[in-house]
């Protein structure tokens, strides 16, 4: 053949884009397990700061154990606050980012939903939360008390949100540390409420927002408010 033609340079392109497309495959197939355990360990730790939890984080096996050893139930509840099904604690079995992405639109469409709740030996109960920051998703975890309405810690995180600005939802303790000793009150219009200019003194459901992150701020507020919202009945069924 005419390494020099037209049709030879089609036909090598092709033959190339097809092996790299093999390879790459291949390798995405042979990291996934990895990829997934990888994550995994990532939630249960983001699950466990919120729940204010010193733990070991120097690997996977050790994040997990730590877990399973303080993990008294973990469940789904749905709108009307009731129990759908369990989680296989044994198993360290949660609801990862694309469920929970999932149940933000079911949430939001007014649709069936199951959000988890996973309940620690100490009694504090960690929920979710998911939504849209600027630049894409913002997600993470309020810690309450045996009340289910005073909150003992959160944890936040985001795709890609600005550094400095936005990113500081995750990077900021001093954000996160903000809602230690807070409240939720579905009795307020809000039930939560991240407040541009700084949050009324004395308001035990409002935190300060941060400077210079507006869009964020207002993002991971309303996230908040929704899916809080959607654990109302199963939170005021435990208040009871």
Known sequence: ????SNVYTVIYTTLICVIVAAVLAFAS???KPRQDANEKAAT???????????????????ILDFYKANIAEAFLVDAEGAR???????????????????????IKDGQPYAIPVYIFSNGTSVLAVYGAGLWGPVWGYIAVDES??????????????????GGKIKDDPA????????????????????????????KANAIDAISGAT???????????VWMDAYQKYLKAEEE
Do not use: C, W
Not at 1 to 4: A, C, F, I, L
């Open 29 to 31: 197939q042979s990291l």
């Open 148 to 165: 289910g309405l005073n909150i003992v810690g959160a944890y936040f995180d985001h795709a890609s949100e600005t550094p400095g600005l």
């Open 84 to 106: 759908l099904s369990d989680l296989n604690t044994a198993d360290a079995e949660i609801i990862g980012l694309s469920d929970q992405k999932a149940q933000n639109r079911n």
């Open 175 to 202: 954000f996160r540390a903000q809602f230690e000793g807070k409240a939720l009150d579905f009795a307020d219009a809000k039930t939560f409420s991240i407040v541009k200019g700084g949050a009324p003194e004395g």
């Open 44 to 62: 249960i730790s983001q699950i466990l700061t919120a729940a204010q939890f010193d733990f070991d984080a120097s690997s996977n096996d050790a």
């Open 215 to 225: 869009m964020t701020s207002k993002g991971l507020d309303e996230a908040i408010n």
């Open 1 to 4: 053949m005419n390494t020099n």
